[in-house]
């Protein structure tokens, strides 16, 4: 396993390494934070100047192309008027004249109406030509309406004439000197638009590069982030299948543990029955033949003196003795009663049995069954019911001992009560108890369960459940 993590860590050792490096500089957002900012200022600056020229120029360059028309319109009716028009008239010509006196004035102090809107003029030099045009409209008037009162004097050719030609020749010379000058305005607020939309596209072009080149490291990385993620996973998939064959051989040790445990039980018991048979059969035929030579020699002696009459007495006191101790010895490695009639009698003896050894009541619920137990469970069982019941007269203090066993064809169930001092739960699964690790042992041996419970000066109860099928076999 620490090969494994060892190989897992060097996997992952070529990311983590340089996972210093694949962060990104802390200069970097602050200097893309102001160029945003930057770009932004130009974008702001390129849209005020765009709307300068469509909102303040195209106005005024409209203005100034209404005062020259009025005044050409005035200068032609004069003209009209003065060559014998009925249809045309003075008011007309001041009409125009008015119109044409109201925009240049919009031109210096704006204008708002429902058609557009006038922003005043900044530009120094323009608004000297505008109050030229102003005062030049001024002249222009009084003159056109000296001629059209005047009419037989003002004729083509006079004197006034000239001058009325001339004042609409400096007219329309300033007229288009405001146009000239408003459209180098604009020219140079264009070239500004032009140098701001140029950086504006570099700045674009800059930020789609370092953009292109921030999502290309990130995927680079990324990509080394699924790649130590997919080696971490192959690895922690291998480790996995390790540990599950390590716990699968764990499983198959513990099974085999059981096994070799329960072999040695079954070579234990068959050890004692065959010790039980060899004392049983040998010693116990041995003293009985012994005791019917003694019968005989106590009647051919007869005749002896009493002396020897007691003490061949003794001899056949002590040799019944010996052949009860051995039945004892024999019953106690190998009782025949849980062969010839079964757990239930065994289990019956055995609490009577311990009732004369111990004084201790015992009560037993067993009622009749049908069902025929195999060797390996009777066996195992009984010396379950030996054991607990040898744990109770040696720890328990108890006074009153109840047992119920139930069998049937499903299960068989062992249920002791005892009315003793109780079990501490630190001593239920303590390493250095023993009998009960080996009473735990051998009912999980049988796909048992085994439960133990006590309370202090409330007793303890242990209860037994051995699976079964329907020939009386450990359940699989």
Known sequence: MNELTGVTAKADLPFYSDRKSGIMPRWIPIFLFCFLFLVIGIVGFSFQKGLE????????????????LNVSVAHMMVEEILAGDQTKNIEDVKKSLDIAGMNAKAMLEGERNLEQTIIPLKDIEVRGIVNKVIQELKEFRTIAEHRLSHRKTSLAGSPIDHRYDEEYSKFTKNADQIKLRLMELISIDLQYFKATQYILMIGCFIIFLIIGMALYRFEYFRNRVILALHQSNDNLEIEIKERVNTEDRLIKSKEQLRGLSNQLQ??????????????????????????????????????????????????????????????????????????????????????????????IQCQLQWPPSNTELNRDIKITVFRIFQETMTNISRHSGAKQVKIDLQMDAQQLVLEILDNG????????????????????????????????????????????????????????
């Open 421 to 476: 001092i109780g079990i501490a739960p630190n001593e239920i699964y303590n390493e250095s108890s023993l009998g009960l690790l080996g009473i735990r042992e051998r009912v999980y041996f049988l796909n048992g369960e085994f439960d133990i419970t006590g309370n202090s000066n409330e007793g303890t109860q242990v209860r037994v459940t051995i699976p079964l099928d329907e020939h009386g076999s450990i359940k699989q």
């Open 266 to 359: 079954t070579v234990r018991e068959e050890e004692k029955a065959h010790i039980a048979r060899e004392v049983h059969d040998e010693l116990g035929q041995t003293l009985t033949a012994l005791k019917m030579e003694l019968g005989c020699l106590s009647h051919d002696l007869q005749s002896v003196p009493d002396i020897a009459q007691q003490r061949i007495g003794g001899m056949n006191t002590l040799i019944d003795n010996t052949i009860q101790s051995v039945q004892r010895i024999a019953t106690e490695l190998r009782p025949q009663i849980l062969d010839v009639l079964g757990l239930g009698e065994a289990v019956r003896w055995e609490t009577s049995e311990f009732e004369k050894r111990t004084g």
């Open 53 to 68: 020229m469509i909102t303040v120029y195209a106005p005024l360059i409209n203005a100034d192309t209404e005062i020259k």
